[in-house]
């Protein structure tokens, strides 16, 4: 049975970030000239610091100098969280982002704006914000219903458990 080369590094690095208690999201391999990017993406229910990603990376790095995974072409090694605009693709990527706005794709067509109040294995319970100064209201969403979503970047969020309207 073959694997990928992406599918070895996950069975290398996988172990590695849940020693630290992370969740390894990404392992993506990218060219750059005569040199590839191996880009690691870790996450956690209390997100992930710098100094996180660096002890991981000096890790990461040590285990993947002493295997062949890696090949002898040059690499550059890149060890982040990810994104504000990653896409959410999974629970825990949802329940992380309780409280936020976002922009979902809904399979049956359409598109959803709201803000993640509550999540459970099945989906997400939603706060769709009112419009032209109706109130707020609630709606389920089952995430067999969501074909894509990702976290709206907001540059003027309202603080949780802020329940005030302006008015």
Same mark, same amino acid.
């Given at each position: &049975?073959?694997?990928?080369?992406?599918?070895?590094?996950?069975?290398?690095?996988? =172990?590695?970030? %849940?020693?630290?208690?992370?969740?390894?999201?990404? $392992?993506?391999?990218? *060219?750059?000239?005569?040199?590839? +990017?191996?880009?690691? #993406? $870790?996450?956690?229910?209390?997100?992930? @610091?710098?100094?996180?990603? %660096?002890?991981? /990376?000096?890790? +990461?790095?040590?285990?993947?100098?002493?295997?062949?995974? &890696?090949? %002898?072409? *040059?690499?550059?090694?890149?060890?982040? /969280?990810?994104?504000?605009?990653? =896409?959410?693709?999974?629970?825990?990527?949802?329940? !992380?982002?309780? @409280?936020?706005?976002?922009?979902?794709?809904?399979?049956?067509?359409?598109?959803? +704006? #709201?803000?993640?109040?509550? +999540?459970?294995?099945?989906?997400?319970?939603?706060?769709? =914000?009112?419009?032209?100064? !109706?109130?707020?209201?609630?709606?389920?969403?089952?995430?067999?219903?969501? %074909?894509? #979503?990702?976290?709206? $970047?907001?540059?003027?969020?309202?603080?949780?458990?802020?329940?005030?309207?302006?008015?």
């Amino acid at each position: &049975m073959s694997t990928t080369q992406i599918d070895r590094l996950r069975e290398l690095l996988e =172990p590695l970030a %849940a020693e630290r208690g992370l969740d390894l999201e990404e $392992v993506k391999i990218t *060219p750059a000239g005569r040199r590839r +990017v191996l880009r690691v #993406a $870790v996450d956690s229910d209390g997100g992930v @610091g710098l100094e996180t990603c %660096a002890e991981l /990376s000096r890790e +990461v790095s040590a285990v993947l100098d002493a295997s062949d995974v &890696m090949g %002898a072409a *040059p690499y550059v090694l890149e060890v982040t /969280s990810p994104g504000a605009e990653r =896409p959410l693709t999974e629970p825990r990527h949802y329940r !992380r982002s309780r @409280g936020r706005l976002v922009r979902a794709q809904l399979s049956e067509g359409g598109e959803l +704006v #709201a803000r993640i109040v509550g +999540v459970d294995e099945a989906g997400l319970d939603l706060e769709v =914000p009112g419009e032209k100064g !109706r109130k707020a209201t609630s709606r389920r969403v089952e995430f067999a219903e969501i %074909a894509r #979503a990702r976290v709206e $970047v907001e540059f003027s969020r309202r603080p949780a458990g802020d329940e005030s309207t302006e008015g």
